[in-house]
């Protein structure tokens, strides 16, 4: 079982703005990274560290933190961001990588 | 640029063996954690385990002991994923991905990230 808890799922308006949440004990200490993946495609790193964006992710995209909770917030949100996003940090004992159970974003 | 290159689809019958390869260029092969990922059909991202590409001590998650084993060739910059006694559950698509890890002194937290991946390789399990 996952130590990253997600949402299974989200909607959200064409060019309105959606968080997705990653909850999990070991986000007091490790960064969560997020990963965009749309279908038949590998994922792609989106938001890194406090909240850094690899090039070419656009800027719309962002990420925070905050006790044991780390969001993504896409900020309006474009026909293209709909995929399946999921966090990664550490587990509990901060050994071992674990991913979040993935959050489905639909873009209406 | 960075690329991650892994093989090609596989099919193989249950108690068989398979070997993925991902081979890395761009970057210094050893300077940069590689990790394993399966992604079962319609499933979530399950992490494996990584090996550190500096001493090739591998680590693997509850689950990948045993049957799996992660394995370097660095003079041709490339890790392995080999799976033995294959089970039709194994069928999934299995990514490398480069890891980046580093402390932030100024917030007190570590941050650790994928930031390259193989494009996959389907491993499908049938008689």
């Known amino acids: 079982s996952s130590e990253l808890t997600q949402d299974p799922a989200v909607s959200v308006a064409l060019g309105q703005t959606v968080r997705i949440t990653c909850q999990g004990d070991?986000?007091?200490?490790?960064?969560a990274s997020w990963y965009q993946q749309k279908p038949g495609q590998a994922p792609v790193l989106v938001i890194y560290?406090?909240?850094n964006r690899p090039s070419g992710i656009p800027d719309r995209f962002s990420g925070s933190s905050s006790g044991n909770t780390a969001s993504l917030t896409i900020t309006g949100a474009q026909a293209e961001d709909e995929a399946d996003y999921y966090c990664n940090s550490r587990d509990s004992s901060g050994n071992h990588r674990v991913f979040g159970t993935g959050t489905k974003v639909t873009v209406l | 640029q960075v690329q991650l290159v892994q093989s090609g689809s596989e099919l193989k019958k249950p108690g068989a063996s398979v070997k993925v390869s991902c081979k890395a260029s761009?970057?210094?092969?050893?300077?940069?954690?590689m990790n394993w990922v399966r992604q079962a059909p319609g499933q979530g991202l399950e992490w494996m385990g990584w090996i550190n590409t500096n001493t090739g001590n591998p680590t693997y998650a509850q689950g990948f002991t045993g049957r799996f084993v992660f394995s370097l060739d660095t003079s041709v910059s490339t890790a392995y994923l080999q799976i033995s006694s294959l089970k039709a559950e194994d069928t999934a698509v299995y990514y490398c991905?480069?890891?980046?890890?580093?402390?932030?002194?100024?917030?007190?937290?570590?941050?650790?990230?994928?930031?390259?991946w193989g494009q996959g390789t389907l491993v499908t399990v049938s008689s």
């Open positions: 761009g970057y210094t092969f050893t300077s940069y954690a």
């Open positions: 560290g406090k909240n």
């Open positions: 991905a480069r890891e980046i890890g580093n402390y932030d002194i100024l917030t007190g937290y570590y941050k650790y990230y994928f930031d390259y």
């Open positions: 070991s986000l007091r200490s490790y960064y």
